[in-house]
């Protein structure tokens, strides 16, 4: 395939392939976002107690060698190498996956009849092919891509409406990630990285609770959702709260998600 050099709006020499377009490029939040990230941590270098301080690391250059094109010609997925390197000649790991970030839903279901002291609740999953990893019923949390234009809330909101078959408002949601924020000022969003020595991808974890009647449980469990228009093809599964640890542990969403909401729990933050 052939390539061609360009410079982006980061002044970083960029080799890209035959039918990417500059344009689409500079407008694709994942590989600005990526860009950004990377420079301020660069520019951490500069402090004295930073391990790299003596011989700094640098964004050379970047080479895009595959991509994918969306429903509606929009960019999707980006796959690159960088050249990051110090003035010995060392490099670091800097092969990549750009996808941008999502967000991934804990739905809690309390029946309406448990008593004030009891615990119990139960937790909504989706079953359904995920290619990717082998598997055409891969049970986890319902999530989904943030889009260009959307808010991290809207886009839970709109899933859980989606994928559940909820309706929930934006106000309705609490954002678990944002309560476990790091305290340092590492520049990146609040949000876990399950894949971060190969892939951006970022995920921000909402959590809802709701009353509904006891009957109710049965009719969510078993119930085919999802956008058919888009390949979903999603069945509702929903579980203890008791067992998520084991019913969803292929799904680091899920794992990440009861860990931050027992913590939060445990702290009275919620």
Same mark, same amino acid.
């Given at each position: ?156 909101? !709109?899933?859980?409406?989606? #994928?559940?078959?909820?309706?929930? =408002? ?5 954002? $678990?990630? *944002?309560? %476990? ?60 709260? !008791?067992?998520?640890?084991? #019913?969803?542990?292929?799904?680091? =969403? ?5 860990? $931050?909401? *027992?913590? %939060? ?6």
């Amino acid at each position: 395939m052939a390539q061609r050099m360009l410079l982006t709006r980061f002044d970083v020499p960029t080799t890209v392939p035959e039918g990417l377009a500059k344009e689409q490029l500079d407008n694709f939040k994942p590989f600005n976002a990526w860009v950004e990230n990377l420079q301020c941590s660069v520019a951490d270098q500069t402090h004295a107690s930073h391990p790299f301080h003596k011989n700094p690391y640098h964004l050379r250059s970047v080479t895009i060698q595959s991509f994918d094109i969306f429903g509606g010609g929009r960019l999707g997925f980006v796959k690159l190498t960088a050249d990051v390197s110090n003035d010995a000649g060392e490099t670091l790991p800097a092969a990549a996956l750009l996808r941008g970030p999502s967000v991934a839903m804990l739905v809690m279901l309390i029946p309406d009849d448990v008593a004030p002291d009891s615990d119990e609740r139960y937790v909504v999953l989706t079953v359904q092919p995920r290619v990717p990893v082998g598997s055409l019923a891969f049970v986890e949390l319902p999530a989904g891509m943030v889009d260009d234009a959307g808010s991290f809330k809207g886009a839970a909101a !709109k899933e859980i409406e989606e #994928e559940l078959g909820l309706a929930i =408002k934006e106000e309705q949601l609490t954002c $678990l990630s *944002e309560l %476990a924020a790091p305290a340092q000022d590492d520049k990146l969003p609040p949000a876990m990285f399950p894949s971060a020595g190969g892939c951006d991808e970022h995920v921000t974890i909402y959590s809802h609770e709701r009353h509904i009647p006891r009957e109710q449980l049965k009719e969510w469990s078993g119930r085919l959702t999802g956008l058919r228009t888009e390949g979903e093809k999603i069945t509702l599964k929903v579980v203890p709260m !008791k067992d998520l640890w084991k #019913e969803g542990a292929h799904d680091a =969403k899920a794992l990440g998600a009861l860990a $931050l909401w *027992e913590a %939060a729990r445990r702290e009275k933050l919620i």
